[in-house]
């Protein structure tokens, strides 16, 4: 009886407190609902890139609701005119060659992806396909067909590497021989000659120094993570083995000036990723970059020497450190510039222009041109200007202690106290309302973090 009369009372709480709350939100105002369109059609501008002469500023935006890749002169961003007229699927991504004023992309047949590498003039519009082959033949003289659908098989290629020291051409990987195996090419920009350089064997990924010299390879280990090749004599020779555990965060990121060390991330016999070279003729590697709380998240790479000028890590929010004097003046003037993290999207070959963007939780993706000479950054475009009118909630990183003494970092959103949530709580079918004061959100910083109104355990 006792326990009965006690649930009573306390449903009878829950009710009378519902019905005050339900007094109380009629007065506070309700933030305006987002439009979903909003956060999840397409940008206005998206992928914001410079031509390695800093002539031109390029991006992919929507011709009749298909997006396309748009050109304008670096000094008047509204000039710009579309340089592609795909009707399709529309084009996913691109880059710029460094033969002066030429675009490197790659599309499929509406969405078959089966992909071609096309090259386009910007100044004449002239788009074409390096790639036009239609068919793999197979080992019968026969066009390989799809054997659930009958029709034959086109063969998809990528750009594998495009290099400033030999801009007139570039490295590609297409199947066109087996379907299986991605062989590398190279591609004369001028006369669109393909000359076969390797044949594929299986691998993960090929890696071309700057001449376009193959040096390395990685290929899956059938107990668990990726085997590393050299390739040496015109022969693969396994280098070494990245366990499973480790895979996520392993990876090469291109060569030196001299070609002789590979850049690479790899948290190997560590607990955090660093940046290192790797010099493939002593097999010696010396770490350039380190972190005790963060893996190497990001790395700034001259574009002409390709030295290695600052790297970023990325713990409670990422922040940049520069290796040189010169890197720390920029970033120095780039992190007081603007508030957000700083991503440096593409520069100049002479290094005087840079394409950036900063992200912030109160702002939807801005891109900003960078003129190092001058030591001035400005806006260049948005990638949504409808969200300069949206109010955005800040993110607060933290970091907390938990029980077992191990820190564990997050990022939170706090809101308003007199904002109210409506949560239903365990065995409960009449939904009630509380405002966020009430849920104790002002000391989640303290012991309690709260999802839905209820507790989900102490740290």
């Known amino acids: 009886m006792k326990t009965t009369t006690s649930l009573f009372i306390l449903i009878c709480f829950l009710i009378f407190g519902c019905a005050e709350k339900e007094k109380e939100m009629t007065e506070v105002k ?30 992919r935006a929507l011709v009749n609701n298909v997006m396309n890749i748009w050109v304008a002169p670096i000094e ?8 592609t007229n795909d009707t399709l699927r529309g084009i996913q991504a691109y880059q710029w060659s460094y033969k002066s004023g030429n ?26 396909d390096l790639t036009p082959q239609e068919e793999i033949i197979g080992a019968d003289g026969k066009p390989i067909t799809d054997p659930n659908t009958g029709q034959i098989v086109r063969p998809r290629a990528d750009i594998l590497s495009v290099s400033r020291e030999n ?23 001028n006369t669109h000659k393909m000359k076969l350089v390797l044949k594929d064997e299986s691998f993960l990924q090929i890696l071309p120094d700057n001449l376009y010299n193959i040096r390395l390879a990685t290929r899956t280990n059938p107990a668990g993570g990726q085997i590393v090749y050299k390739y040496n004599n015109d022969k693969w020779e396994e280098y070494f083995r990245v366990p499973q555990e ?33 010099n493939l003729e002593t097999d010696e590697k010396k770490v350039i970059a380190e972190n005790e709380k963060s893996d190497i998240a990001d790395i700034l790479v001259h574009p002409t020497t390709y030295e290695v000028e600052a790297y970023a890590t990325n713990y409670l929010r990422k922040e940049w450190v520069p290796l040189t004097e010169e890197a720390k003046g920029n970033l120095d003037y780039l992190s ?6 700083l991503t440096v999207h593409f520069r100049s070959t002479d290094n005087n222009t840079w394409i950036l963007s900063y992200d912030s939780p109160q702002e939807y993706l801005k891109y900003y041109k960078y003129d190092l000479q001058a030591k001035k950054a400005e806006f260049l475009v948005a990638s949504k200007p409808e969200f300069d009118d949206v109010p955005l909630a800040n993110m607060y990183p933290v970091e907390i202690e938990s029980r077992d003494g191990y820190k564990l970092s997050f990022s939170t959103s706090l809101y308003p106290k007199n904002w109210m949530l409506m949560v239903e709580p365990p065995n409960q079918h009449q939904p009630c309302c509380w405002s966020m004061a009430d849920l104790g959100v002002e000391i989640i910083l303290d012991s309690t973090v709260y999802t839905n109104g209820w507790p989900i355990g102490g740290m």
């Not at 992909?115 to 519009?125: Q, T």
């Not at 801009?167 to 920009?189: A, G, H, R, T, W």
Request: aromatic content about 12%; hydrophobic content about 35%; glycine content about 6%.
């Open 30 to 59: 309700v933030p305006d609902l987002v439009d979903r369109e909003l956060f999840f059609g397409n940008p206005d501008k998206i992928q914001v890139r410079i031509s390695p002469d800093g002539k031109y500023f390029s991006y």
């Open 167 to 189: 801009p007139e051409e570039i490295l590609i990987q297409i199947n066109n021989s087996d379907p299986s195996n991605m062989d590398v090419y190279k591609v004369d920009l």
């Open 103 to 128: 675009i490197l992309y790659a599309q499929d047949k509406g969405g078959d992806e089966n992909w071609h590498v096309h090259l386009v003039d910007v100044e004449s519009k002239t788009d074409t």
């Open 76 to 83: 008047n961003p509204e000039s710009a005119q579309p340089i």
């Open 246 to 278: 480790d895979m996520l965060t392993f990876g090469f990121f291109g060569f030196d000036k001299n070609n002789q060390n590979a850049y690479m991330i790899d948290s190997r016999d560590r607990d955090k990723a660093a940046l290192y070279t790797l």
């Open 336 to 341: 007081t510039f603007k508030e957000g993290e």
